[in-house]
């Protein structure tokens, strides 16, 4: 995953009427991308399809970052809030968290 600033030629998979279309961002928005294509859009406002959880996911990730006023300690007792919450709505995960210390 990385966080940059779109061309403007990634592709991102949406839903728009209720059908799959493809558009791209805007030149210079900040996206979340990776080898295929933009996964999110807007500073997370919009998430594509192929990156979203179903009841038949088994993997997921979960990025977590934060601006200031935000210390790096309330950042992870959100990450450890999460995760207990994924604990308890689905028992026998195997949940990893890392920070970047």
Same mark, same amino acid.
């Given at each position: 995953m990385?966080?940059?600033?779109?061309?403007?030629?990634?592709?991102?998979?949406t839903?728009?009427?209720?059908?799959?279309?493809v558009?791209?961002?805007?030149?210079?928005?900040?996206?979340?991308?990776?080898?295929?294509?933009?996964?999110?859009?807007?500073?997370n406002?919009?998430?594509?399809?192929r990156?979203?959880?179903?009841e038949h996911s088994?993997? $997921?990730?979960f #990025?977590? +970052? !934060? &601006?200031?006023p935000? %210390?790096?300690?309330?950042?992870?007792?959100? $990450?450890a809030? #999460?995760? +207990? !919450? &994924?604990?308890?709505? %689905?028992?026998?995960?195997?949940?990893?968290?890392?920070?970047?210390?």
């Amino acid at each position: 995953m990385r966080l940059v600033r779109a061309t403007g030629r990634e592709p991102f998979v949406t839903v728009a009427g209720g059908e799959q279309s493809v558009e791209c961002p805007d030149p210079g928005e900040v996206v979340w991308c990776d080898g295929e294509g933009v996964t999110c859009r807007r500073w997370n406002w919009r998430q594509g399809p192929r990156t979203r959880l179903t009841e038949h996911s088994v993997n $997921g990730l979960f #990025l977590l +970052e !934060s &601006l200031a006023p935000m %210390s790096s300690e309330e950042l992870r007792a959100a $990450g450890a809030e #999460l995760a +207990e !919450s &994924l604990e308890k709505l %689905s028992p026998g995960a195997r949940i990893t968290l890392r920070t970047p210390d």
